[in-house]
């Protein structure tokens, strides 16, 4: 078993470093922290030249056919850069969702840039569930509400779990209202959906949604990941330069400490996202939502403590707006903010270990 990116990827990785350093870095971050669509069309354009919007798309449909160990490269560069695209809920879970249910035309389009696509999957004032029992009432017409949907202003489709399958709704049919929901984190923004009568496209089954979530769930730890070893670097070089007592902080033992605590969660991390991004690529779908599980369980409670401990070193530098420390942190806490905290994925965890539940598997 071989979780180590290759030298290609790290070659491609070195190319989106400086893309996304050009155009901004968390300089757009702030520039767009409170705009609804993160990204001009052109910008968006951009990153569909580098392949990166039809990075999980197959070969045949005009896409890389790449694999998530490629997204995880991709995603991990995005949250260093705390990008606010939707790379995360188009390029992973539209695309995804697309080819699971063999949308050949939708994704031409999500691979070209055209459009965006994100999933509605999330029920109010319930544990977050991913596929499972959704509430919405499906059939001729869909009626309900969602939250937490990823880039949900932004996006043209939303591929929306009911209570007798998937459906594809597209965001201008009349029926749906789209709000804004609070989001801590600018750079990634979520909406509340409610569903009065919208005619939606029956797409297939909801077990066959349940590799995506899964993609979802590792994508968004990797993101986490960038964040984090950002977010370590800022503090060692702070550290190494802020002056008490005639001597750099970073002497002191408490800041010696909290630096490797840091270290510590970050590797951790790394070594769950690695087994994961493996477990996707090449091991059953069981071993692959086990390893999503763990992966998320661990990174909702690590890393948003990693992201504290940074303020901690920075003192009251860390919370002004002027300094990037506090975007990573606001980037982590989003992470254990979406799509359901450790204590419900260590839930889901002792169930598979327990019960030895794991989603259907669905035939080729």
Request: hydrophobic letters at 45%.
């Given at each position: 078993?071989?979780?180590?990116?290759?030298?290609?990827?790290?070659?491609?990785?070195?190319?989106?470093?400086?893309?996304?350093?050009?155009?901004?870095?968390?300089?757009?971050?702030?520039?767009?922290?409170?705009?609804?669509?993160?990204?001009?069309?052109?910008?968006?354009?951009?990153?569909?030249?580098?392949?990166?919007?039809?990075?999980?798309?197959?070969?045949?449909?005009?896409?890389?056919?790449?694999?998530?160990?490629?997204?995880?490269?991709?995603?991990?560069?995005?949250?260093?850069?705390?990008?606010?695209?939707?790379?995360?809920?188009?390029?992973?879970?539209?695309?995804?969702?697309?080819?699971?249910?063999?949308?050949?035309?939708?994704?031409?389009?999500?691979?070209?840039?055209?459009?965006?696509?994100?999933?509605?999957?999330?029920?109010?004032?319930?544990?977050?569930?991913?596929?499972?029992?959704?509430?919405?009432?499906?059939?001729?017409?869909?009626?309900?509400?969602?939250?937490?949907?990823?880039?949900?202003?932004?996006?043209?489709?939303?591929?929306?779990?009911?209570?007798?399958?998937?459906?594809?709704?597209?965001?201008?049919?009349?029926?749906?209202?789209?709000?804004?929901?609070?989001?801590?984190?600018?750079?990634?923004?979520?909406?509340?959906?409610?569903?009065?009568?919208?005619?939606?496209?029956?797409?297939?089954?909801?077990?066959?949604?349940?590799?995506?979530?899964?993609?979802?769930?590792?994508?968004?730890?990797?993101?986490?990941?960038?964040?984090?070893?950002?977010?370590?670097?800022?503090?060692?070089?702070?550290?190494?330069?802020?002056?008490q007592f005639g001597?750099?902080?970073?002497?002191?033992?408490?800041?010696?400490?909290?630096?490797?605590?840091?270290?510590?969660?970050?590797?951790?991390?790394?070594?769950?996202?690695?087994y994961a991004l493996?477990?996707?690529?090449?091991?059953?779908?069981?071993?692959?939502?086990?390893?999503?599980?763990?992966?998320?369980?661990?990174?909702?409670?690590?890393?948003?403590?990693?992201?504290?401990?940074?303020?901690?070193?920075?003192?009251?530098?860390?919370?002004?707006?002027?300094?990037?420390?506090?975007?990573?942190?606001?980037?982590?806490?989003?992470?254990?903010?979406?799509?359901?905290?450790?204590?419900?994925?260590?839930?889901?965890?002792?169930?598979?270990?327990?019960?030895?539940?794991?989603?259907?598997?669905?035939?080729?």
């Open positions: 078993m071989e979780t180590a990116y290759t030298t290609e990827q790290e070659s491609f990785r070195a190319s989106l470093r400086r893309f996304l350093e050009d155009h901004g870095g968390p300089r757009l971050a702030r520039t767009q922290w409170h705009e609804t669509a993160p990204l001009s069309a052109d910008a968006w354009q951009a990153l569909a030249a580098l392949g990166v919007t039809g990075l999980l798309v197959p070969e045949s449909a005009g896409g890389v056919g790449g694999n998530m160990a490629d997204m995880g490269v991709v995603m991990e560069e995005l949250g260093r850069a705390v990008h606010p695209g939707a790379l995360w809920s188009s390029a992973v879970g539209g695309s995804a969702a697309a080819a699971a249910f063999a949308l050949d035309e939708l994704l031409a389009e999500l691979t070209a840039g055209k459009v965006t696509a994100t999933l509605a999957v999330a029920e109010p004032e319930r544990r977050f569930t991913g596929w499972r029992q959704p509430a919405l009432k499906g059939g001729d017409s869909l009626r309900g509400g969602k939250v937490q949907i990823p880039d949900g202003l932004s996006a043209d489709y939303l591929f929306v779990t009911a209570d007798d399958g998937v459906y594809l709704v597209d965001a201008s049919a009349p029926g749906l209202t789209l709000a804004a929901a609070d989001c801590l984190d600018g750079t990634r923004r979520f909406a509340d959906a409610q569903f009065d009568g919208v005619p939606a496209q029956r797409v297939g089954e909801l077990t066959q949604l349940a590799p995506v979530v899964d993609r979802m769930l590792v994508a968004l730890c990797a993101d986490g990941l960038g964040a984090a070893q950002r977010a370590l670097e800022l503090t060692v070089a702070y550290a190494g330069e802020r002056r001597q750099p902080i970073g002497a002191f033992q408490a800041v010696q400490h909290l630096c490797a605590q840091m270290l510590q969660r970050l590797e951790l991390g790394r070594a769950a996202l690695h493996w477990a996707l690529d090449g091991a059953a779908p069981a071993e692959g939502h086990r390893a999503a599980v763990i992966c998320k369980a661990y990174m909702a409670e690590a890393f948003p403590q990693l992201g504290a401990d940074a303020i901690q070193v920075f003192g009251g530098m860390g919370f002004t707006w002027e300094h990037d420390i506090q975007l990573y942190y606001k980037r982590l806490l989003s992470l254990q903010l979406c799509w359901g905290g450790a204590g419900e994925w260590l839930e889901e965890l002792a169930t598979l270990v327990i019960d030895g539940e794991a989603p259907p598997v669905v035939p080729d």
